[in-house]
């Protein structure tokens, strides 16, 4: 049974996107009353070999972006990855918001069997798209976003489930 890949990735992305993004904004206004700088927090992680709340929260934009945009072959927005506070990450989301709002629901659906290669560092993998959607990005995603709520919830930034889960999104 095919997906709707467009339901599937569009307005799930955008949702909890925005949702991290006002989770931002709390972690900068908390961080503007209680005097905390932000390059204390943009550089949180658990434990030394995970990435940093800065690289967290960037990776989550770009499993959003490549789940989208690939499987309806468009080409993906290039970032500098330079991002240093918590405004920098958040005008990185807006563009991936905005970037993957354009797409069409009949640029997703039927792209299921698409076939995708992306290369890493530790070389090619293929995928169709809706196994890039389904089985590589959305879990990369959703492992992305939580940890970067975490990382701020955890270091005392007050946030709850409802600020991670944001408000559904009808597109």
Known sequence: MAVNMY?????????YLTALSNVIDKAQAQCEAKKLDQAYFMNLR???????FV????AACDHALSASARPAGLDLP???????SFDDLKKRIVTVVDFIKQIKPEQLNGQEGREIKITFPSGERQFT??????????????????????????SGIEVGKRDFMGTPVQL
Do not use: C, I, W
């Open 78 to 84: 290039k970032f500098e990855n330079n991002e240093a």
């Open 129 to 154: 798209g809706q196994s890039l959607l389904l089985n590589f990005a959305l879990p990369n995603f959703y492992f992305h976003a939580t940890t970067a709520y975490d990382l701020l919830r955890h």
């Open 46 to 52: 658990f434990y030394p070999d995970m990435f940093p």
């Open 55 to 58: 690289r967290q929260v960037r």
């Open 7 to 15: 339901s599937a990735s569009v307005p799930v992305f955008v949702q």
